[in-house]
Nanobody
């Protein structure tokens, strides 16, 4: 069973930066076999994909709205996933979730592309 735990959320002024992290674990879990992604969901809105990364970390996919500002990365030695957020905007405010896919990875940004989810961490951009 795979477990994902996000951390690093908080309130940041517009234009600021922060880094979200996701720690992964589970019996028999092999982190390098999984495609990973970050999603976010604001109140009253659908969950949307932010960024995805291949098992090796060599390929990424970003939503158009965050290209050039957000960076997804993974540390396979520590079984962790990060999202670096730069130039934060107030409308980036949302609950941010990490997600894992156990089968083939196409760097999808749809919720049903992923099998396991963390509990989320709140990010608030203030102006």
């Amino acid at each position: 069973r795979v477990q994902l735990v996000e951390s690093g959320g908080g309130s940041v002024q517009a234009g600021g930066s922060l880094r979200l992290s996701c720690a992964t674990s589970g019996y028999g879990y092999t982190y390098t076999n999984y495609c990973m992604a970050w999603f976010r969901q604001a109140p009253g809105k659908e969950r949307e994909g932010v960024a995805a990364i291949s098992p090796s970390g060599g390929s990424t996919n970003y939503a158009d709205s965050v290209k050039g500002r957000f960076t997804i990365s993974r540390n396979n030695a520590e079984n962790t996933l990060d999202l670096r957020i730069h130039s934060l905007k107030p409308n980036n405010t949302a609950m941010y979730y990490c997600a894992a896919r156990r089968s083939t990875c196409a760097l999808g940004l749809k919720p049903n592309d992923y099998d396991y989810w963390g509990q989320g961490t709140q990010v608030t951009g203030s102006s």
